[in-house]
């Protein structure tokens, strides 16, 4: 599931993902609405499908990387 990546060096998919990280990080994951969530992030909900699927995947996606940025430590 390879993303093309940005002259910043980095793809869409992981500027949402950090973005998300942080957003939940200062709010916490409640029950906001997959659109709630991508208006916080600054992106639409549709990118937010596109590149997680859905809700689910998107906070699956968000403990999987927060685990693995914590193991790295």
């Not at 200062?26 to 937010?48: F, K, P, Q, W």
């Not at 859905?54 to 699956?60: I, K, N, P, Q």
């Amino acid at each position: 599931m390879s993303r093309s990546v940005t002259a910043a060096g980095t793809s869409p998919r992981a500027r949402l993902l950090d973005a998300a990280i942080d957003h939940f990080g200062r709010h916490g994951i409640g029950d906001t609405s997959l659109r709630g969530i991508a208006e916080a992030v600054g992106t639409s909900h549709r990118m937010l499908i596109y590149h997680f699927g859905s809700r689910e995947g998107l906070l699956a996606e968000v403990t999987r990387e927060v685990e693995a940025r914590q193991r790295a430590r």
